[in-house]
């Protein structure tokens, strides 16, 4: 699960790290408060207004402005909430803005010059270890600066058993090449983010850029957390920060089913019970000539419920041409399944795309009989051959 930026800097405050501090607005009225607040609490002249959407490259993009008084602060406000913003992580359609955070501005003079840089805590599934991925040269261009010198790119291996050590945490302060009262607070940064990730189960907790400021602050100016979904049930406070409006909403209603489905974007839906027959099932669809529309597992329970949830939701897909159902029944049996699909069809009302029918396992037999005395334009096959052949057909009849 993704969370906003000013979700995860709230959590990072939660375990001691220092932030860019920020209040969310919705509205324009909102924003002109919380800039208020905002210069009242921290002395803040100038305010950075930040559009809040699941996605980087916001800067560039247009989504991150600075304003110059309460009342700019406002104004650019109105301007960012409800734009379609399109950014290198959003694709071509681009996701509307329905809240920005209003930041107090952490850029201003002191004894040094403010330096930026880079700090990431992510999980590498290769070695199932936490990874501290870090560069002195942070900011807007880091994807430039790893490509074009990854000699700027460092990296610390953390042991599970052993958690982030000391030597390890010097190691990246001293390559960062912070000195002093900086040196320090880096050193605290550090523990704190690696705390925040162990704690709340993140995937990833990238924070660029990490500041320190003209008075040797170490803060974090921007972040970004990917919670592992399958520990939200240790922490029901950061899976009430669920922002629905930012998720595809084919798959916030497979959710809603518990059916397990990734939206893409080809011609032949699929729907198929266990994750390697679907993945086994997009293969197939390959070697036919389509292209998957969707992954999609209706998992071992498969029953009339699960199939017509399935079937909307593949059906609300216009770029579907054909849809394949791959069932092997073992836990669950084959006729079933196949009531399942009678029943569904007949639920889910009109449908206009053709459907190839392949169920293997536990009373297969009983099932074809099912689907053949249905009268539904329902195409049974036996064999994976015998589906792609028929797949390859209809597509080329009904393309």
């Known amino acids: 699960m993704n969370l906003h930026e000013y979700q995860a800097k709230s959590l990072l405050k939660k375990y001691g790290v220092d932030i860019q501090e920020g209040f969310v607005a919705e509205t324009p009225a909102q924003a002109v408060i919380a800039a208020k607040?905002?210069?009242?609490?921290?002395?803040?002249?100038?305010?950075?207004?930040?559009?809040q959407i699941h996605a980087g490259g916001r800067g560039k993009?247009?989504?991150?402005?600075?304003?110059?008084s309460v009342e700019e602060a406002g104004e650019i406000a109105g301007r960012i909430i409800g734009m379609q913003l399109v950014t290198p992580q959003t694709g071509p359609a681009g996701k509307k803005v329905n809240k920005v955070l209003v930041a107090q501005d952490v850029y201003y003079k002191g004894e040094t010059e403010p330096e930026e840089y880079y700090i990431s805590i992510l999980l590498n599934r290769s070695s199932s270890k936490y990874e501290v991925v870090y560069s002195p040269r942070g900011g807007t261009d880091i994807e430039e600066i790893a490509g074009?010198?990854?000699?700027?790119?460092?990296?610390?291996?953390?042991?599970?058993?052993?958690?982030?050590?000391?030597?390890?945490v010097r190691n990246i302060a001293f390559r960062l090449g912070v000195q002093g009262e900086a040196y320090k607070n880096m050193l605290r940064f550090l523990r704190g983010i690696h705390e925040t990730a162990v704690r709340c189960d993140t995937l990833l907790l990238e924070i660029n850029p990490v500041l320190k400021t003209s008075d040797n602050r170490v803060l974090a100016v921007d972040a970004k957390v990917?919670?592992?979904?399958?520990?939200l049930f240790k922490h029901p406070d950061i899976a009430g920060m669920r922002d629905i409006s930012e998720e595809d909403p084919f798959e916030v209603e497979a959710g809603e089913q518990k059916l397990n489905f990734v939206k893409l974007s080809g011609n032949v839906g699929c729907m198929v019970n266990g994750a390697g027959l679907a993945m086994a099932t997009m293969d197939l669809i390959k070697l036919s000539g389509g292209e998957p529309a969707n992954f999609l597992d209706v998992g071992g329970g498969a029953n009339a419920k699960t199939v017509e949830a399935g079937f909307r939701l593949i059906l609300k897909d216009p770029n579907v041409k054909a849809i394949l159902i791959n069932i092997f029944g073992g836990i669950v049996r084959c006729d079933r399944v196949a009531n399942g699909v009678v029943e569904a069809y007949r639920a889910a009302g009109e449908i206009k795309v053709p459907i190839v029918l392949r169920l293997q396992g536990t009373n297969a037999e009983e099932a074809r009989e099912i689907i053949n005395k249905s009268g539904l334009k329902v195409y049974p096959v036996v064999s994976f051959l015998e589906a792609a052949e028929k797949i390859r057909e209809l597509i080329g009849y009904f393309s």
């Open 226 to 231: 990917t919670v592992d979904d399958n520990a």
């Open 61 to 68: 993009a247009g989504g991150v402005k600075l304003a110059r």
């Open 148 to 168: 074009q010198s990854p000699g700027l790119i460092f990296r610390e291996e953390i042991d599970p058993a052993f958690g982030l050590q000391d030597f390890q």
């Open 37 to 51: 607040e905002l210069k009242e609490k921290f002395g803040s002249e100038y305010f950075v207004i930040k559009a």
